[in-house]
């Protein structure tokens, strides 16, 4: 009996596993297709899709980037140059005393040290061959955060501008030749006068300039150390190397790129955005024959729009401003226009790092066209049962600032000025029968 | 449950879950779909009509079948198919498997009490195509993909009881609901080489949900010890499509028909039976709520003869051959009416019997159809199991 039943239980079973395998039936002609949706694509001159188009600067600081500028009359306009504070100088060090066992000394005398600056050797910033940099002590105290070519402090009621421009001045502090082709960072060696320039534990210093000396010429740098030789007090015949902490930084250039007036500004340091202010019609007309298949004018619904794109021109940017490195471009709303240029922004419209750009689009000659997608935003626009519509779009950077260079694109006043393109898909309702 | 019967139910929980209703037929694209008939491997391979038929006694459509049933029982069904079609402008095949049915029958002092579950119109299918259009109207074209999916379908439950009114006549009736939903989703992807980007696609669609009543009535006599005849009789409401509250499109009500069934077996030697039956469905009533296409009475037979003088593992088992013709309600315009024609051939066997009642029983049937309209052939291979376990 219980073989008869295992019989129809295996029986059964293998059928059930056959039925997890489906092939749908399906016509591969087309002609059960219920519909004949239309596609067609419009695109609005920037006059049928925007009211106005603003740049703002302004957004962070040349402290926040990572690799900061030095540049000697690069392209015959830029100099920048990179401010270095350490703040914190070393308490102690580990000694090992006559017996051998290790002791915390803290009555060590500064007897030299080094700076050490690192550069970036994978961007287009690089020297064609060998560039001299040197380093100085600063006269006066600077705020990396609001220190800028002219102004060393400018705090609330603290205004301090520096004692030449360009935080020049200070006692030099010596030179070093950096060729891409061996290394990527330089030493730069202190005598004990030098170092006590610099400060000591309980009297920091106020920093450090560098600046290229070689002229034509703009690198990135990286990072830079303060490393210390210590002489012990309990073992008079060693030195130590410890290492100053804390390192605020920034570079301060000159000269800052001037306002655009209806261009489209996108990056730097601090960053520049570009905020777009949409009036989409209710309705559009499609080009050429394409009113023979839908009804012109066409009106602009959610359920019709299959894309919106914002197609862009990029432009040259200012010779001594061109990026480095791709330039990555966002695009946000605007929640509150009347707050500009401090609006809150909501959740990016493309996701990600943005649409990436070569940083070639932005030299002479290299212009080229972007799309940026705003499908969501555009529907939204012309959705009539969405109440607090948001009609400002910002196109910026994802990550603020990012480096010293800006993406430039061509104005509603240019040669190739911004476009709307849309696409839409005109359909029936699909019945049950 | 006992460890022997807890593949059968995983099986059976299985197709549940996977595909409660699995498209066989690109006609399911016509009309209301295809129909199909909620009937057992024994019923398949006899000829398919479902009614007439000698120890039938869990059928869906015949509602006096299971006045004899002498212990509660549950019968179920898988049908797993391949095809393969050919039009004038393409061809492809496809494969799927149905549950067809479920029905359990309890006796009681009233009677025989059911309940079943099955299939009744299969909606499963879809259309695809890609071709080059115009996008701006200066020449400039990109390719898109179109799609259509249909997924779904409408079943029956239904409820009802039957008994024997005298030793020779039974009588039985049901009540019942048709159930079942439908998605009907457009897509049209585009190509983004042509387009210049990565675009969402455009959708377009909804779902639906069908309620409709539905009530059937039979009778059944043996004749002497040699015949035994059958009939039934169902009327069916109007069903109604429900959209949902994401769906664009408008509901929708189709009347659905009444459909005559009626059957006999002729015992013509203690060992060998011969069955023929026939039906008439009033699909036409439907025609008037159809946008496309149309719908036509439908009159349908089949046979079949049964050999019981066979055993198989050491059951007793008998082997069945039959045929049925039956023509395809819905239409669809420049396109000939449809109809299936299919030969059958089974295998029943008594897999545990005591005291001459059959406590499992598993019957296999394995078709070979052709459903064709015009250009349009349909052939397909599909093989129905069945089981049925009683007594417990």
Redesign the interface.
Known sequence: MKRAWMVAGLVSASWGLLACEEVTPTSADGGLLPLEPRTVEVVLSFEDFAEQIQAYEGYGTASEVFESVLADDYVGVLDSRVVSRYVVFPWSASVRDSTGTLRADSAFTFVGGYLVARFDTTGTNLPTGPVDIGAQALPQGFDPPTASWTVAVDTINDLQLWDQPGAGGGVDLGEAVWDPAVSDSIVIPLDSAQVALLGDTVDIGDGVRFDLRTPGVRISLIDTDLRLLARPNIHQDTTVTLSASGTVRTFIYDPVPLPTSDGIRVGGAPSWRTVLTLALPEAVTAAGSLCSLVTCPLELTPERLTSATLELTTAASEAAFQPADSLFLDARPVLAPELLPKSPLGSSLIGGLGVGIAPASFADGGSQTVSIPLTAFVRALVNDSVTDKVRDVVLLTPFEPLSIGFGSFEGPGSAAPPTLRLILTVSDTVEVR | M?T?????F??????LA??PL?????L??W??GLPFVATDGRGVALGGIGVGLIGGELSVVDPAASARLPVPSVAFS?Q?SW?D?Q?T???????????PYISLGYPSRLGTVTLSFGGYLDQ??????S?L??????G?T?R?T?N??S?GGISTVRIGVARSVTPDVDVGIQVGRHIGD?S???T?T?DSLD??????A?R???R?SYRGWLASVGAAADVGSILRVSAAWTWAGDLE?I?DENT?????V?ALPSELRVGATAVLSPQLRATIGAHHSGWSTTDE????GGARDTFGWGGGVEWAGLSV?G?ASRLRLGYRNTPLPFTTDGASDPSESVFAGGLGMD??ATQGVIL?R?DLALERGLRDAGSFEERFWRLA?S?R?SGF
């Open positions: 006992s022997v019967l807890r593949p059968v995983g099986a059976l929980l299985c197709c996977v595909s699995q498209g066989q037929s690109l399911s694209a009309g209301l898988f797993s095809a079609y039009d402008n393409s061809s492809g095949d496809y494969s799927g498997t149905r549950f499963r299918w879809s259309s695809s195509t071709r259009i115009e996008l701006d109207g200066v400039g990109g898109v179109d259509f999916r997924d439908v009907r989703v457009f049209r585009f387009v210049g980007g990565t675009i969402e455009f377009a669609g909804g639906w499509a959209p664009d499109g408008a509901g929708e189709f709520g159809l946008d496309e593992l059951k897999l545990l499992a598993l199991t089981v376990l």
